[in-house]
Every structure is written in C-alpha cells, then in structure tokens.
C-alpha cells in the first residue's frame, strides 16, 4: 500500500458477538488503475453498503446456509465481508483486482483471525472469470455499477457459481447503479428476495438473493 495512506483503525459491531478491528486507509491518494476496467479506487475505507452486507451475512448465516459452504466475495474492498463470511464458517475466497485492496483485505484478515484465499483478477475480464473455481454462494457490494451489462453479470454468475448455487448482492441507491431485475432479465437467474436499510450515510441500501 502507498506509505502516506494514514491507515487507521476502526471497529465495527457486526452481531451481539461479533466485532471487528478493521484497518483502512482513508487518506489514500494513488490508486493504479486496472488494465480491464481502468479502475482501481473505492477499496480504501468500508462503504455503508458493505456494513449492512456484513450485517446481513451475519444475521442470516443460518438461513444462507454458509457454514461448510465455498463462498467467493468479488471486490473485496478492506476484507468486512470476507471475514464475516470466513466467521460464519464459509470457505472463502476473494477476488479485486487491485493489488493494494488484496494486500489490505489480507492483513485484516489476520487482524481478525480469519482465513481465506486470495485471487487477483478483474470481474471484467472474461478469460480470468472463466478460470474461476465453482462456489455455492458469490458475495459482492456495490459492484453492479461497474459490472454494468447484463451479459457480464450473467457470465461471472455462470462461471463462478455452482448449479443451484446464491448470488447475495448489496447495492446503494446512488446515481449510475444499475437495477439487479434488469441486469438478470432474460437470463437463468433470477432474484428470490430482496431486503432495504439505510446505511451509516442515510442513504438506503438493498441487498438482492
């Protein structure tokens, strides 16, 4: 990570018995950018959208089903969800493509006491997705604004999802989002429920199966 980020630590209360020290990096001004989306900001503090995603995972980790599962988290931003998702006893991998957002999301993990695997590869690029291991459930926020068209969404989904497998997607209602029914219609998936609450910043969140 770039040495003048001014890396903080903060703590956040996921569950009655769960919190997490979380490191971020919220002064972070260098952010090299992808080859595939051209990108490479917005990993650097924990988004709202995150916290309630984290907050879900934890509270319905029965119903998901995660102990025992293969749980792939795309984006992985400063690690929240990934460690909530390892906590809950998912096997869990994470996927960014940005380098410092892998090397952050590692060093919370072993802040946390948390184990998962590390994949470095943009959602963007087909030929990667398409090598990624099958994972009975696909965990991401705010990422539908970037993954943009619905042929990409539905390629990841394909490719990294098991047959029967659940896609939890957390997203914010903010200019540009894309609508997750549009992004799926026509294709083999569709969304089983959805759920609504603010975030920490009053803007509301909905978060897709």
Not at 35 to 61: D, F, I, M, S, T
Request: glycine share 8%; aromatic share 6%; net charge positive.
């Amino acid at each position: 990570m770039d040495d003048t980020s001014g890396a903080v630590s903060r703590k956040y209360k996921i569950h009655p018995r769960l919190t997490l020290t979380i490191q971020e990096s919220p002064n972070q001004k260098r952010f090299p950018k992808c080859e595939h989306c051209r990108q490479g900001h917005y990993w650097n503090v924990v988004w709202p959208a995150a916290l309630v995603l984290a907050k879900y995972l934890a509270k319905n980790a029965d119903h998901i089903g995660l102990r025992g599962k293969r749980a792939l988290v795309i984006g992985c931003g400063a690690g929240l969800e990934s460690i909530v998702a390892a906590k809950m006893g998912a096997d869990v991998s994470v996927l960014d493509h940005s380098g410092d957002a892998l090397r952050l999301t590692r060093e919370n993990c072993r802040l946390n006491g948390a184990d998962v695997m590390i994949t470095r590869r943009c959602w963007l690029d087909d030929a990667g997705i398409r090598k990624l291991r099958k994972c009975d459930v696909v965990i991401a926020s705010e990422v539908l604004y970037n993954i943009g068209k619905q042929t990409t969404l539905e390629r990841l989904l394909t490719s990294a999802l098991k047959k029967d497998g659940l896609g939890i997607f957390a997203e914010a209602e903010r200019i540009g989002a894309k609508d997750p029914e549009r992004l799926l219609n026509g294709s083999s998936f569709r969304i089983e429920s959805s759920s609504s609450q603010l975030g920490s910043d009053g803007v509301e969140v909905h978060v897709y199966r």
